[in-house]
């Protein structure tokens, strides 16, 4: 027998108490009780959110949101700044392209954070960008992006800044509404705590008045028969309701602990994974690391594939490899959600035996021994 220990940005570890809740009877959910539930929820939600913009609900991962953001806001033709760094940052790209979008790529290479001064370049240069698309934590290097000086130079021009915040909300620092974002999208299986199934999409007046006028494409995911159900706390489709039933918990749990102690809890986990792995020898890839996943480079002479492999079907522990070009090239270890001390130091005790085998010579106890230092 085995302990499942998922230790990926995503999906995270349910907690039992929200397990329980999502195995409640199936109630219709245009009832006045379903409603009364998705009223506390989407009054939660904000909260969690730390915006007073509408929070909308879809039942899709975090891409379904993502894309929402981009055809609800974008029209034919239209300019879009997309900061592209990693997986995610593409894939707005790709997203926008699809659409028929005109995609103005601002690359930064992969490990290293967007560079707002390049933005604001973006921006002067081409004039008419209606949307620029970020990430907060890009999971694929593990950087966490400025969102704060991006926005302040977004939000002096008529654009709208979008934010993929799937992996970056409750582990990273984000003040939508105190910095000046307009759209945030996330996904309900990382730092929510919950299954995958869920996407989300806060969006500001600003951003609402692009809903009116943008003529792409559009049905499951239409913004204004997502507000217009919103504001009488309804959905335009069948909710997700047994997910939704979950979320109303997971508000509750993160509410209560307060968000800002929730990310003070993340940087905790973050900062002793980071200073573990450097104890054992091993350099860390992102140039801004994230309190959401740590990324580490593989070391020379070692199978980075197998690393992963070994620890997930040898020792238990599921983290994650590199993407693309990343592929064999670094791993990831998460401290995202309903992750604590003892799954940081058993991850950082599998790694020191995994990379034992695989011929790296680690001190038993290097990282571990660093991990109890910080955390003592
Ligand atoms: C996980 C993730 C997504 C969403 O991916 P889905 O598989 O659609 O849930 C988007 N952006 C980032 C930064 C992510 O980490």
């Not at 990430?135 to 694929?140: F, M």
């Not at 140039?287 to 996943?293: D, F, I, L, M």
Request: include cysteine.
């Amino acid at each position: 027998m085995r302990k499942y220990r998922l230790m990926s940005p995503g999906p995270t570890p349910v907690p039992e108490k929200v397990l329980l809740k999502m195995a409640d009877t199936i109630i219709h959910h245009r009832t006045p009780q379903f409603q009364a539930v998705l009223k506390d929820v989407n009054a939660k939600l904000k909260k969690v959110f730390q915006t007073e913009n509408p929070v909308l609900i879809f039942s899709s991962s975090g891409t379904g949101a993502m894309e929402a953001s981009v055809v609800n806001l974008l029209s034919k033709g239209d300019k879009a700044i997309v900061i592209n760094g990693g997986k995610f940052g593409e894939r707005f790209g790709e997203i926008g392209r699809a659409y028929g979008a005109e995609v103005i790529d601002c690359d930064v290479t992969w490990g290293n954070a967007a560079d707002p001064a390049v933005v604001e370049k973006l921006l002067k240069d081409s004039p008419g960008v209606k949307a620029v698309y970020s990430t907060l934590c890009e999971t694929s290097t593990g950087v966490v992006n400025d969102i704060k000086a991006i926005a302040k130079v977004v939000s002096a021009t008529d654009a709208v800044l979008v934010v993929d915040a799937v992996s970056g909300l409750t582990a990273d620092e984000f003040k939508p509404d105190e910095w000046g974002v307009d759209v945030v999208v996330s996904g309900s299986q990382k730092g929510l705590m919950l299954p995958p199934g869920l996407g989300f999409l806060s969006i500001s007046g600003k951003a609402q008045k692009l809903v009116e006028g943008s003529d792409l494409p559009k049905y499951y995911f239409d913004l204004k028969a997502a507000l217009k159900a919103h504001a009488k706390d309804d959905t335009p489709w069948t909710p997700g309701v047994s997910l939704i039933n979950g979320l109303d918990t997971v508000l509750d749990i993160l509410l209560a602990e307060g968000i800002d102690e929730v990310v003070q809890r993340h940087a905790r986990l973050a900062n002793v994974t980071r200073e573990a792995v450097k104890a054992m020898g091993l350099e860390l890839f992102s140039e801004r690391p994230s309190n959401a996943v740590t990324a580490v480079k593989v070391p020379e002479g070692v199978d980075g594939a197998a690393l992963v492999k070994k620890m997930r079907d040898e020792q238990g522990v599921t983290i994650a490899g590199g993407q693309a070009a990343l592929k064999g090239k670094i791993f990831r270890i998460a401290h995202l959600g309903y992750m604590d001390e003892y799954d940081t130091i058993s991850a950082i005790a599998g790694v020191e035996i995994v990379l034992n085998q695989l011929g790296f010579d680690v001190e038993f106890g290097k990282g571990v021994g660093k991990a109890e230092e910080l955390l003592g």
